[in-house]
């Protein structure tokens, strides 16, 4: 048993000694196989040229610099903000270029970050807010007797509606913040859509007071304002925050219009209702694009770690031992343009799945849940040895974005529905005859061309749209 013991203690180091070897070529063998990185594929040439090539609009024009800002207290300029806090934050990605290592935003501060905006917590305000929320119920009856809510809401914040005024005023969108910049800052949407709520409120009271002219131009200006910031969002929140606001537009624009005799309500409809959401309007490969953006300046910031001359402590000038370990270790793990490439591959076939004909989009389900199965499970085992750490990342962040393209994509049957209940009360077709006058209707479900349904409790025309839940349920109350 004794003169076993060398034995064992030689097997056992010889068994180490070969994994040890074994383990020593295998990461050889990786070193080999990950010696360069890739170029960029020509759709990430593409992608990134598109994205730079956007049309230019100027600061004094551009809307999304005023609601960067928009938040701001009474008495200060919004634009005059938000150009600051776009400027903060092209100054912390510049910073960070130089200095990747850097993690801090170089000892400054979001020049906009104390503009929090308190929303109203008056109880009439906020039982109004939750019953016309998306997918809330009640919204019709607690906007028709809002009329205390709207004194209330404008007596309390008075310069709510005028800011809101000045930002649906303005001719472009552009989102020039860096997008590549993880903690760049993002407008405060809440007040923004306190601010329409208030608006929708305001055309309501004009029309009853037989003011149509303005209850139009309010409607028509918000119109046109959404539908632009949905065509020209680079960013999925821009685009899902203008697809709020235009289903919010439609729904209650309705609620408006009920309350008219038909030559008012046809005064106070804006044109816009008559023109269907175009296919620029509708896709998602713009907003698509700038995911990416951010995708890949996330894919570059990563990139330091992995590289040994960033293994150096900024003040210290000394290597960590961590940190050496992981440059050293994980270098040949991790390829920053193959990633970024990889993730380019993956959101042009999102953008390709929800870019489709409204009839063609109830199939695009399956083929979108696919995708994001299919990119998840390249996660393990790993189909390359090439790019092991980028190939996972990609594959964790592999999301299905079909309910937000559903999202987008619901607009256009809200519009209809909305349309064919101005169009009716035109017609002055009497409840009772509405479901049987929808099925001779020339405006259908876009998804499918059959006519809307009749909610005869409600009294309601229904579109039942893509997206799931009570959010994909909207009622155009008759």
């Given at each position: 048993m004794i003169r076993a013991f060398p034995i064992l203690l030689k097997t056992l180091?010889?068994?180490?000694?070969?994994?040890?070897?074994?383990?020593?070529?295998?990461?050889?063998?990786?070193?080999?196989?990950?010696?360069?990185?890739?170029?960029?594929?020509?759709?990430?040439?593409q992608w990134r040229q598109r994205y730079d090539d956007r049309a230019p609009v100027a600061d004094a024009a551009n809307a999304y610099v005023f609601a960067m800002g928009f938040a701001v207290p009474a008495g200060q300029d919004p634009a005059k903000m938000g150009a600051q806090?776009?400027?903060?934050?092209?100054?912390?990605?510049?910073?960070?270029?130089?200095?990747?290592?850097?993690?801090?935003?170089?000892?400054?501060?979001?020049?906009?970050?104390?503009?929090?905006?308190?929303?109203?917590?008056?109880?009439?305000?906020?039982?109004?807010?939750?019953?016309?929320r998306p997918g809330g119920a009640g919204c019709a009856s607690a906007f028709d007797n809002a009329d205390e809510t709207y004194d209330r809401w404008t007596a309390q914040q008075d310069w709510l509606l005028p800011r809101y005024l000045q930002l649906i005023s303005f001719p472009g969108w552009l989102e020039t913040g860096p997008l590549t910049e993880l903690s760049a800052p993002l407008p405060q949407f809440s007040p923004i859509m306190d601010a329409q709520r208030i608006l929708l409120l305001k055309a309501r009271r004009l029309s009853m007071q037989g003011d149509y002219r303005a209850a139009h131009d309010l409607l028509e200006s918000d119109l046109r304002f959404w539908r632009q910031v949905l065509e020209s969002a680079d960013t999925l929140i821009g685009k899902m925050i203008a697809t709020t606001a235009l289903i919010r537009h439609f729904e209650l624009g309705n609620l408006i219009l009920r309350r008219l005799e038909p030559p008012a309500a046809a005064?106070?409809?804006?044109?816009?209702?008559?023109?269907?959401?175009?296919?620029?309007?509708?896709?998602?490969?713009?907003?698509?694009?700038?995911?990416?953006?951010?995708?890949?300046?996330?894919?570059?910031?990563?990139?330091?770690?992995?590289?040994?001359?960033?293994?150096?402590?900024?003040?210290?000038?000394?290597?960590?031992?961590?940190?050496?370990?992981?440059?050293?270790?994980?270098?040949?793990?991790?390829?920053?343009?193959?990633?970024?490439?990889?993730?380019a591959g993956y959101y042009s076939r999102i953008a390709a799945l929800l870019d489709v004909r409204l009839d063609q989009y109830p199939?695009?389900?399956a083929k979108s849940a696919k995708l994001a199965r299919d990119a998840a499970a390249a996660a393990w085992p790993p189909r390359s040895l090439y790019n092991l750490i980028g190939a996972w990342m990609v594959a964790q962040g592999s999301l299905d974005y079909y309910d937000y393209g559903a999202r987008v994509a619901d607009i256009e049957g809200v519009r209809r529905a909305a349309l064919t209940a101005g169009t009716l009360r035109a017609a002055k077709v009497q409840v009772g005859s509405v479901?049987?006058?929808?099925?001779?209707?020339?405006?259908?479900?876009?998804?499918?061309?059959?006519?809307?349904?009749?909610?005869a409790t409600e009294s309601a025309i229904r579109f039942r749209g893509l997206q799931q839940g009570a959010r994909g349920e909207h009622l155009l109350h008759y």
């Amino acid at each position: 048993m004794i003169r076993a013991f060398p034995i064992l203690l030689k097997t056992l180091a010889v068994t180490i000694a070969a994994c040890a070897a074994l383990a020593m070529l295998a990461y050889y063998v990786i070193v080999v196989v990950n010696w360069n990185d890739r170029e960029p594929t020509v759709l990430a040439q593409q992608w990134r040229q598109r994205y730079d090539d956007r049309a230019p609009v100027a600061d004094a024009a551009n809307a999304y610099v005023f609601a960067m800002g928009f938040a701001v207290p009474a008495g200060q300029d919004p634009a005059k903000m938000g150009a600051q806090r776009i400027a903060w934050a092209h100054e912390v990605a510049q910073r960070r270029a130089s200095n990747p290592q850097r993690q801090d935003s170089a000892g400054s501060a979001d020049p906009g970050a104390d503009n929090i905006h308190e929303t109203s917590r008056d109880p009439a305000i906020a039982a109004f807010r939750e019953a016309c929320r998306p997918g809330g119920a009640g919204c019709a009856s607690a906007f028709d007797n809002a009329d205390e809510t709207y004194d209330r809401w404008t007596a309390q914040q008075d310069w709510l509606l005028p800011r809101y005024l000045q930002l649906i005023s303005f001719p472009g969108w552009l989102e020039t913040g860096p997008l590549t910049e993880l903690s760049a800052p993002l407008p405060q949407f809440s007040p923004i859509m306190d601010a329409q709520r208030i608006l929708l409120l305001k055309a309501r009271r004009l029309s009853m007071q037989g003011d149509y002219r303005a209850a139009h131009d309010l409607l028509e200006s918000d119109l046109r304002f959404w539908r632009q910031v949905l065509e020209s969002a680079d960013t999925l929140i821009g685009k899902m925050i203008a697809t709020t606001a235009l289903i919010r537009h439609f729904e209650l624009g309705n609620l408006i219009l009920r309350r008219l005799e038909p030559p008012a309500a046809a005064k106070v409809m804006p044109a816009g209702w008559h023109t269907p959401l175009t296919d620029q309007e509708r896709s998602m490969q713009r907003c698509m694009v700038g995911e990416w953006i951010f995708v890949a300046g996330l894919a570059e910031s990563l990139d330091p770690i992995f590289r040994y001359e960033f293994a150096m402590e900024a003040e210290e000038g000394q290597p960590t031992f961590g940190r050496t370990v992981v440059a050293l270790l994980g270098a040949p793990l991790y390829q920053t343009q193959d990633s970024i490439n990889k993730y380019a591959g993956y959101y042009s076939r999102i953008a390709a799945l929800l870019d489709v004909r409204l009839d063609q989009y109830p199939e695009s389900r399956a083929k979108s849940a696919k995708l994001a199965r299919d990119a998840a499970a390249a996660a393990w085992p790993p189909r390359s040895l090439y790019n092991l750490i980028g190939a996972w990342m990609v594959a964790q962040g592999s999301l299905d974005y079909y309910d937000y393209g559903a999202r987008v994509a619901d607009i256009e049957g809200v519009r209809r529905a909305a349309l064919t209940a101005g169009t009716l009360r035109a017609a002055k077709v009497q409840v009772g005859s509405v479901e049987q006058a929808l099925i001779v209707s020339e405006l259908k479900n876009p998804y499918d061309e059959r006519p809307f349904e009749w909610a005869a409790t409600e009294s309601a025309i229904r579109f039942r749209g893509l997206q799931q839940g009570a959010r994909g349920e909207h009622l155009l109350h008759y």
